[in-house]
């Protein structure tokens, strides 16, 4: 099993940045890929970014792309998201997510996520 917990959520000005962090405890040998979702109120929890453990290969969301950028610290078991020129419309709870060697396609272990709040 992997543990995660995020940290670095909280209130900013439309325009500016923050970093979110998520440290990963546990089976961490069995990490594929991690990522970052988030879920506004009222809506579905939508995807926005991963990252390889291994090789650090990217992807994002369009609606992130190139505001956003994810990258890791092997060293730390932890992966980053930062944030910026965020806008209202990322206001959010994030979560961190991480997928095994065994089922890489899937995030089977989550955090207990961490809210973003954007004021414009």
């Known amino acids: 099993q992997v543990q995660l917990v995020e940290s670095g959520g909280g209130l900013v000005q439309a325009g500016g940045s923050l970093r979110l962090s998520c440290a990963a405890s546990?089976?961490?040998?069995?990490?594929?890929?991690m990522g970052w979702f988030r879920q506004a109120p009222g809506k579905e929890r939508e995807f926005v970014a991963r990252?390889?453990?291994?090789?650090?290969?990217?992807y994002y969301a369009d609606s992130v792309k190139g505001r956003f950028a994810i990258s890791r610290d092997n060293a730390k078991n932890t992966v980053y998201l930062q944030m910026n020129s965020l806008k209202p419309e990322d206001t959010a709870v994030y979560y961190c997510?991480?997928?095994?060697?065994?089922?890489?396609?899937?995030?089977?272990?989550w955090g207990q996520g961490t809210q973003v709040t954007v004021s414009a």
């Open positions: 546990g089976r961490t040998s069995s990490i594929y890929r």
């Open positions: 990252i390889n453990w291994g090789g650090g290969i990217t």
């Open positions: 997510a991480a997928a095994p060697v065994s089922r890489p396609a899937e995030f089977g272990s």
